[in-house]
């Protein structure tokens, strides 16, 4: 069984219909990426995954348990983390605050005090800045913050929107490296990037989204040398 099951979605935004009944499944343990170009479908996909959006037609199963009707905090607490597109920081609280409601589902002091020490040490500059205003941070230290922050819930599954837009080559290969240690460490990893070379680098599978229907799928080594997605996504 898989660990995220996506079962003929649809979801509409009024009369636009944004996705169009995509099925999709992630098991334990991989690092799956959803690759496509702007409106393709992508963010709405996971927002309806976490809870923000409801769907049309389709399900949602974590588990085996559906929970396309179920809140997002009570999803979040099922052992599902969201790193939103565009960071999402608290702006006007501090990097350490910005950890500790990440950790808002829990109730294990003790267990919540060591995983914000293996936080920091995955992450020195968040100690480092631990009582520095978070809207003052650089953006990649903002995606640093939302990872961690993300990562403070203990989830099973992490889903990342566009963890690399707008940073530098340096953070981005930064933040790609860090990915891949969420997921030796024995975290699921949903993985939405336009920068498809990175995703495909490090992912084990991969679907390419088009006008909110799966295009394509595959093992992410194959799609890396398919001659169509060199063409649109590769620059190649």
């Known amino acids: 069984m898989a660990m995220l099951e996506v079962r003929d979605l649809e979801v509409s935004y009024g009369v636009i219909q944004a996705i169009k009944g995509i099925s999709f499944a992630v098991n334990e343990g991989e690092v799956i990426a959803l690759i496509g170009a702007n409106g393709a479908g992508k963010t709405t996909i996971l927002h309806t995954i976490t809870g ?3 769907p049309k037609a389709g ?5 085996g348990v559906e929970i396309s009707k179920i809140k997002s905090h009570k999803i979040v607490a099922m052992g599902m983390a969201h790193v939103p597109e ?4 608290f702006a006007q609280l ?3 605050q910005n950890l500790m409601l990440g950790a808002f589902t829990r ?5 919540i005090e060591e995983n914000l020490r293996n936080i ?3 992450f020195p ?3 480092e800045r631990k009582g520095q205003i978070a809207g003052t941070l650089s953006g990649g230290e903002q995606q640093m913050l939302a990872l961690g922050r993300a990562l403070m819930s203990s989830p099973r599954i992490i889903l990342m929107d566009e963890p690399s837009m707008g940073l530098s080559p340096i953070f981005v290969s930064e933040i790609f490296a860090i990915i891949e240690e969420i997921s030796s460490a024995g975290t699921t990893v949903l993985l939405v990037e336009q920068n498809a070379k990175k995703a495909l680098s ?3 599978r991969a679907y390419v989204l088009e006008t909110g229907n799966i295009a394509l799928e595959g093992k992410a080594i194959d799609l890396l040398d398919n001659d169509d997605i060199k063409k649109a996504y590769l620059g190649e």
């Open 94 to 96: 501090s990097v350490y």
């Open 107 to 111: 109730k294990d002091k003790s267990e």
């Open 52 to 54: 923000l959006l409801s």
């Open 120 to 122: 920091y040490r995955r």
């Open 59 to 63: 399900s949602v199963f974590f588990d």
């Open 86 to 89: 565009g960071r999402r920081v």
């Open 202 to 204: 490090i992912a084990d």
């Open 125 to 127: 500059r968040l100690e």
